[in-house]
């Protein structure tokens, strides 16, 4: 596959047959009220920097196309999956079911996206990983990884919401050692997703 720099990436309207040749992490990413526009564009340039299977957009968070996302995303929202919940809660919901086919889900999509919703069963391995600082969180150096799992970020202010918390398998934090109490919502990220690659290559 041919990487893009940043001056390319920002000018380039991707086919669907180019989306659908990325070959995909089964990590999805869950924006639980994520609403700072530069954090949610550089969300999609890390969620295309893992090659993420999809990005969930919920609550109050903003979409696409945005000209504050796209300049912080570099343009790469156009390269990664992404869709609109209401709830993160409902968005995990929809990620307990997947698709049924001889085909990959990339292909069903590119044909018709319409099939998504009539070829799911329920899915109960998938594991809901939160990045939040919490009573009974881990360190993400003690992060058990299983897949396919999702990754829930919230909001900046109230982190991630209580409903989603519950829903967890697990609730991974970053150590802190200095006087700030916590890291911006795309830097934990970043250090949770890599680690869980790190993972993934052993």
Known sequence: MVKLNAKQLRSTSPSEKEIAAIKRNPIY?????????????????????????????????????????????????????????????????????????????????????????????KNSKLKIICVEQHPKAISYTKLKVKFPLVLVVGNETYGVSKEVLKMADQIVEIPMWGVNKSLNVVVSLSIVLYKIMERMKE
């Open 29 to 121: 990413i869950i924006l639980d009220d994520v609403l700072d526009t530069y954090n949610v564009g550089s969300i999609f340039r890390l969620a295309d920097s893992v090659a993420v299977e999809k990005v969930y957009l919920c609550g109050e968070t903003l979409m696409p196309p945005n000209s504050r996302i796209k300049k912080a995303s570099i343009n790469t929202w156009q390269w990664v999956p992404w869709e609109y919940a209401e709830t993160a809660v409902s968005a995990i919901e929809n990620l307990k079911f997947k698709i049924v086919h001889s085909t990959s889900l990339r292909t069903i999509l590119s044909v018709n996206r319409r099939i998504e919703n009539s070829l799911k069963i």
